[in-house]
């Protein structure tokens, strides 16, 4: 596709539960974001990958987070027996960040609604 | 250092008025700093950007103007109308090296008609 796709984009979960929010990014970008925002807020930092680098988990807000870059392309945000306080909109970010414009590309985002 | 500050976090402006919205950095290594807008529903979507090499980049009613010294740069819509009404993010990177992006907290701009 043209650009960054998440799936799902509304996700009804029961508290307790596991899920995973899936983001394909601009073929051919290295650079990867996952942020998380509440409603009316800004935007939180979660998780950044670039090419084969280690990823930047600094943002992760607890051990239940995870996220797995597979070949360098697809990405999936996995969060463990999800707490109410979870709910929001999880945004995924593309970038190419090793050419001279590091524009980063937003997907529309998974709402995400622990119940 | 590694964090941008932005305000006001929001602003109502009448139709026509002058929006201005700020960001202030630490890291003297930034070389890139883009705006972002979003609207309700959406993710947030580039909507201009400077280098430090200027002071000030315009397209359309939309102005940064850069202070290199102060390390801080601001994002100006003239003639502001209700559609404008969106919430702004500023930004900052380094665009060599893989450096990731730093996003302000973002403001919430309201454009009363």
């Known amino acids: 596709g043209a650009g960054v796709s998440q799936s799902p984009s509304n996700k009804v979960t029961e508290k307790g539960k596991d899920v995973e929010l899936r983001c394909d990014p601009i073929?051919?970008?290295?650079?990867l974001y996952w942020y998380r925002q509440s409603l009316g807020q800004g935007l939180e930092f979660l998780i950044y990958f670039q090419g084969n680098s280690a990823p930047d988990k600094s943002g992760l807000p607890s051990d239940r987070f995870s996220a797995e870059r597979t070949g360098g392309s697809v990405s999936t945000l996995t969060i463990q027996r999800t707490q109410q306080e979870d709910s929001a909109v999880y945004l995924c970010a593309s970038s190419p960040q090793y050419e001279v414009n590091t524009e980063a590309f937003f997907g529309q985002g998974t709402r995400l609604t622990v119940v | 250092q590694q964090q941008v500050k932005q305000s006001p976090q929001s602003l109502i402006v009448q139709k026509g008025g002058i929006s201005i919205i700020n960001c202030a950095y630490e890291n003297t290594a930034f070389d890139y700093f883009p705006w972002y807008q979003q609207f309700p529903g959406k993710g947030p979507a580039l909507l201009i950007a400077?280098?430090?090499?200027?002071s000030e980049k315009k397209e359309g009613r939309f102005t940064i103007s850069f202070n290199k010294s102060a390390k801080q740069f601001s994002l100006h819509i003239m003639d502001s109308q209700p559609g404008d009404s969106a919430t702004y993010f500023c930004?900052?990177?380094?665009?060599?090296?893989?450096?990731?992006?730093?996003f302000g907290a973002g403001t919430r701009l309201f454009v009363k008609a």
């Open positions: 073929s051919g970008h290295t650079a």
């Open positions: 400077i280098r430090p090499d200027v």
């Open positions: 930004a900052a990177s380094i665009s060599s090296g893989g450096f990731k992006t730093i």
